[in-house]
């Protein structure tokens, strides 16, 4: 379709049909028929009018230097910490994957309500089910800090997933979670904001612009990826930002990914640069992504016979445990 | 520092004060809560005025403030007396009243000062007289729907034309909220309604033709920079953003430059250097002049139509040329 729209751009439609052979001719009264039934065309009544419908600008840009951080926590304590990080920076969006014991909501109620201090907007929380939470004990604890828009305790019972107007709520019967568990790609994290878009054009949709704390406490792109850029007892993120290789992957976009580039759902993706088919070729493609471009089928991509020795490189062997 | 002159519930002047801090300009935002008598003193000596400020309780001279941005709220002076004038007191209601008045002088001197730095916008123009627009549109050349303001049933049908289905009806004023048992309303713009009905004599209410849209368009501007929506509802006028639960949709459209000339004219006319106007386009692809609003929300045309106006709303305190 798109060839079409190109072909058919500035030109009177009666024309630019005209110009077709009949076979191309049907096709492409198929796909007027399907933009104007679907309201995603219309008819102008002069050049003038079309051609006062400029294609959108692509460019993307943010306030925030730092858009989104992953902090790995296994001790209460080192929240005060990330506290301070999440203020030097102005981070609006904020994910914790907490590794201690959560066992009594009040108790995490006081660690959270320190965020509302902070400069971020919104809070992610993944954790461990050790206190059998139901959904609505989460539903009812979400209410009460706003910040929150996503909570998923692993290790449930069952899987259990309740969405309100802010928040997600998810239950996962999953019982390990944290670095070895990201970078799934699946067609469920598909994000169709134009933000996302426009990012994706030009920047990483997973890594541009994000920051991470690992539980030992080193600062790094996210906490799957190997390379380190200093402790946080005597490295600030800031300093660590400014670090030549930091932005290194910030601006690998799926252009420049192999596979990636030919899939139709490249820049609505999310991407991995973790977890790679060819662990040597920073521009491979996403190993744990089933999804084959050239056939337009997904295929579970744990099992598949061309990754097994990525998998392996990985340590990701409980997989097929 | 730039005064920022917002409401607390304005999540735009979170974005752009986003921006702000991204390019390092000081400011201080006040919101609804914080703009009742800001000033400490004003000395006028030496052919000079010497304002002294009390902004949230923090002293600062009126020439440390290198911008200004009237977004929402509004510079008040309000007196302690003014609770006086409900009281059957005739003594204390004038004395309440003759406040008012000081309070005036000060609010436009106060208004009038601060929009001479470098300002967006000034609140002694955020209630623009909804009929001088539509006079002012006529003058520089746009077309506006057929407009009758009257008393008496006749005159709708013969100045107007006769099928009910194509008059509308919306207040003189601009939206207007009632609240009534615990909910508010809009009065919006509505079709006028079985004409048989109407009485013979009525106050003074407006009717307008009603234009068939192809769609609507909404242009932000700052100074000289048109940025233009064109917005796609079958609403009546495209206030929904929803609609059938399906985002209505929005696209950038680029104005013509002969419109571009009317709005320059239109906006000083006005005396706003910022706002949003409201056209509608028929199915003739005739344009059609709306309403021009000092202070409308501009979030959703800069998110749909990808125009970073936060951004280049904080650009214009730095004194920098926005770019289109």
């Given at each position: 379709?798109?060839?079409?729209?190109?072909?058919?751009?500035?030109?009177?439609?009666?024309?630019?049909?005209?110009?077709?052979?009949?076979?191309?001719?049907?096709?492409?009264?198929?796909?007027?028929?399907?933009?104007?039934?679907?309201?995603?065309?219309?008819?102008?009544?002069?050049l003038e009018e079309y051609n006062s419908f400029p294609a959108i600008d692509t460019s993307w840009d943010d306030a925030a230097s730092i858009t989104n951080a992953v902090f790995e926590i296994d001790d209460p304590n080192n929240i005060t910490h990330i506290l301070k990080s999440i203020s030097d920076l102005y981070i609006p969006c904020v994910q914790l994957i907490i590794h201690f014991s959560i066992d009594n909501l009040?108790?995490?109620?006081?660690?959270?309500?320190?965020?509302?201090?902070?400069?971020?907007?919104?809070?992610?929380?993944?954790?461990?089910?050790?206190?059998?939470?139901?959904?609505?004990?989460?539903?009812?604890?979400?209410?009460?800090?706003?910040?929150?828009?996503?909570?998923?305790?692993?290790?449930?019972?069952?899987?259990?997933?309740?969405?309100?107007?802010?928040?997600?709520?998810?239950?996962?019967?999953?019982?390990?979670?944290?670095?070895?568990?990201?970078?799934?790609?699946?067609?469920?994290?598909?994000?169709?904001?134009l933000s996302h878009y426009t990012e994706s054009l030009a920047h990483n949709t997973c890594l541009n612009r994000k920051i991470s704390i690992d539980t030992k406490g080193n600062i790094k792109n996210c906490p799957s990826m190997k390379e380190s850029f200093g402790h946080i007892s005597n490295t600030t993120l800031a300093e660590a930002i400014e670090k030549s290789s930091f932005k290194n992957y910030w601006n690998i976009t799926k252009d420049q990914v192999s596979v990636c580039r030919d899939c139709e759902f490249r820049h609505i993706c999310t991407d991995c640069r973790a977890y790679l088919d060819n662990p040597d070729d920073p521009y491979s493609k996403p190993l744990k992504c089933g999804y084959n471009p050239y056939t337009c089928e997904w295929e579970e991509w744990s099992t598949h016979p061309m990754k097994r020795q990525a998998i392996q490189h990985y340590q990701l062997n409980f997989l097929n445990a | 520092m730039v005064l920022i002159l917002s409401a607390s519930n304005d999540v735009s002047t979170d974005y752009v004060i986003e921006w702000f801090r991204h390019y390092k300009i000081p400011c201080i935002r006040l919101n609804e809560r914080d703009t009742g008598n800001i000033l400490a003193s004003v000395e006028f000596r030496n052919g000079k005025q010497f304002i002294a400020l009390n902004i949230k309780g923090q002293p600062i001279s009126m020439d440390d403030i290198t911008g200004v941005w009237f977004r929402r709220s509004t510079i008040t002076f309000t007196s302690a007396l003014s609770a006086h004038r409900k009281k059957e007191d005739a003594l204390a209601w004038q004395i309440a009243?003759?406040?008012?008045?000081?309070?005036?002088?000060?609010?436009?001197?106060?208004?009038?000062?601060?929009?001479?730095?470098?300002?967006?916008?000034?609140?002694?123009?955020?209630?623009?007289?909804?009929?001088?627009?539509?006079?002012?549109?006529?003058?520089?050349?746009?077309?506006?729907?057929?407009?009758?303001?009257?008393?008496?049933?006749?005159?709708?049908?013969?100045?107007?034309?006769?099928?009910?289905?194509?008059?509308?009806?919306?207040?003189i004023q601009d939206i207007f909220w009632l609240n009534y048992s615990g909910t508010s309303r809009a009065q919006y713009t509505a079709a006028l309604s079985e004409y048989s009905q109407i009485p013979d004599r009525f106050y003074y209410s407006l009717f307008q033709e009603r234009i068939e849209k192809k769609y609507e368009l909404r242009i932000f501007f700052i100074e000289e920079k048109f940025y233009a929506c064109a917005i796609f509802s079958k609403a009546t006028e495209g206030r929904n953003v929803y609609q059938d639960g399906k985002m209505v949709r929005m696209v950038p459209f680029s104005i013509s430059n002969t419109l571009k000339e009317q709005l320059v004219r239109l906006s000083s006319l006005c005396k706003l250097n910022s706002g949003s106007v409201d056209l509608m386009v028929d199915k003739q692809g005739d344009c059609y002049f709306l309403e021009i609003n000092p202070v409308g929300q501009f979030g959703y045309i800069s998110k749909e139509c990808n125009y970073h106006l936060d951004q280049k709303i904080a650009k214009f305190f730095q004194h920098e040329p926005v770019q289109q």
């Amino acid at each position: 379709m798109q060839i079409f729209i190109d072909f058919a751009h500035g030109q009177e439609l009666s024309k630019a049909l005209g110009a077709l052979e009949e076979e191309d001719k049907a096709v492409a009264e198929e796909y007027i028929d399907f933009l104007l039934t679907n309201e995603l065309a219309f008819y102008c009544s002069s050049l003038e009018e079309y051609n006062s419908f400029p294609a959108i600008d692509t460019s993307w840009d943010d306030a925030a230097s730092i858009t989104n951080a992953v902090f790995e926590i296994d001790d209460p304590n080192n929240i005060t910490h990330i506290l301070k990080s999440i203020s030097d920076l102005y981070i609006p969006c904020v994910q914790l994957i907490i590794h201690f014991s959560i066992d009594n909501l009040e108790v995490f109620s006081k660690q959270i309500k320190m965020f509302n201090d902070v400069s971020n907007k919104t809070l992610q929380i993944l954790f461990r089910n050790h206190g059998e939470f139901s959904i609505g004990d989460l539903l009812a604890f979400s209410a009460a800090h706003p910040k929150i828009e996503l909570m998923i305790a692993f290790g449930s019972k069952e899987n259990l997933w309740q969405e309100t107007n802010n928040t997600s709520i998810i239950l996962s019967t999953q019982n390990d979670y944290g670095s070895d568990y990201c970078g799934i790609v699946q067609a469920a994290y598909f994000n169709f904001k134009l933000s996302h878009y426009t990012e994706s054009l030009a920047h990483n949709t997973c890594l541009n612009r994000k920051i991470s704390i690992d539980t030992k406490g080193n600062i790094k792109n996210c906490p799957s990826m190997k390379e380190s850029f200093g402790h946080i007892s005597n490295t600030t993120l800031a300093e660590a930002i400014e670090k030549s290789s930091f932005k290194n992957y910030w601006n690998i976009t799926k252009d420049q990914v192999s596979v990636c580039r030919d899939c139709e759902f490249r820049h609505i993706c999310t991407d991995c640069r973790a977890y790679l088919d060819n662990p040597d070729d920073p521009y491979s493609k996403p190993l744990k992504c089933g999804y084959n471009p050239y056939t337009c089928e997904w295929e579970e991509w744990s099992t598949h016979p061309m990754k097994r020795q990525a998998i392996q490189h990985y340590q990701l062997n409980f997989l097929n445990a | 520092m730039v005064l920022i002159l917002s409401a607390s519930n304005d999540v735009s002047t979170d974005y752009v004060i986003e921006w702000f801090r991204h390019y390092k300009i000081p400011c201080i935002r006040l919101n609804e809560r914080d703009t009742g008598n800001i000033l400490a003193s004003v000395e006028f000596r030496n052919g000079k005025q010497f304002i002294a400020l009390n902004i949230k309780g923090q002293p600062i001279s009126m020439d440390d403030i290198t911008g200004v941005w009237f977004r929402r709220s509004t510079i008040t002076f309000t007196s302690a007396l003014s609770a006086h004038r409900k009281k059957e007191d005739a003594l204390a209601w004038q004395i309440a009243a003759l406040l008012d008045r000081e309070n005036r002088v000060l609010t436009e001197f106060i208004a009038t000062k601060l929009s001479t730095i470098n300002a967006l916008n000034n609140q002694l123009n955020y209630n623009t007289n909804k009929l001088l627009t539509l006079m002012y549109a006529q003058e520089v050349g746009l077309k506006i729907p057929h407009t009758l303001i009257a008393t008496v049933k006749d005159d709708i049908r013969n100045k107007l034309g006769n099928a009910d289905s194509e008059i509308i009806t919306k207040p003189i004023q601009d939206i207007f909220w009632l609240n009534y048992s615990g909910t508010s309303r809009a009065q919006y713009t509505a079709a006028l309604s079985e004409y048989s009905q109407i009485p013979d004599r009525f106050y003074y209410s407006l009717f307008q033709e009603r234009i068939e849209k192809k769609y609507e368009l909404r242009i932000f501007f700052i100074e000289e920079k048109f940025y233009a929506c064109a917005i796609f509802s079958k609403a009546t006028e495209g206030r929904n953003v929803y609609q059938d639960g399906k985002m209505v949709r929005m696209v950038p459209f680029s104005i013509s430059n002969t419109l571009k000339e009317q709005l320059v004219r239109l906006s000083s006319l006005c005396k706003l250097n910022s706002g949003s106007v409201d056209l509608m386009v028929d199915k003739q692809g005739d344009c059609y002049f709306l309403e021009i609003n000092p202070v409308g929300q501009f979030g959703y045309i800069s998110k749909e139509c990808n125009y970073h106006l936060d951004q280049k709303i904080a650009k214009f305190f730095q004194h920098e040329p926005v770019q289109q």
